[in-house]
Structure formats: structure tokens, C-alpha cells
């Protein structure tokens, strides 16, 4: 991951309740296992384990 850093990404993520989810994300940085960033779909900054995220790609830019 360290090699999005300051990128926009597209992520999917197994949160804390064991949903899937698909994130809009700008990412930080990253530290000992997190992944700071600022998410797009909640628009708002989130931490996320590394350990959690399953699947990463360049996002698309929306119109």
C-alpha cells in the first residue's frame, strides 16, 4: 500500500463486522499495519487495517 500513498484508490474491505465493502479512498499514509486516508464515500478520514483490505486499484475518475 505504501506505494498509493497521496493516490486515489478504489479498495475492497472486510470491515469490523465482516461486510464487504468498496471504498473511494486518497491514501496518507501507512504505519505498523494501518492505512490512513481520506474516504470519499463517507467523506471523512478513516483508518483501515491492512490486513482488512482485500483487492486495490487506481480509481476511475467520476464525471
Not at 465482516?18 to 479512498?25: A, F, N, Y
Not at 491514501?27 to 483508518?47: E, N, Q, S, T, W
Amino acid at each position: 500500500m505504501q506505494k498509493h500513498v497521496g493516490r486515489m484508490v478504489e479498495m475492497v474491505y472486510l470491515d469490523r463486522n465482516g461486510k464487504i465493502t468498496q471504498r473511494r479512498i486518497r491514501v496518507m499514509g501507512v504505519k505498523d499495519g494501518k492505512l490512513k486516508a481520506f474516504c470519499y464515500d463517507h467523506r471523512a478520514p478513516r483508518i483501515f487495517n491492512e490486513e482488512n483490505i482485500l483487492a486495490v486499484q487506481p480509481a476511475v475518475k467520476r464525471a
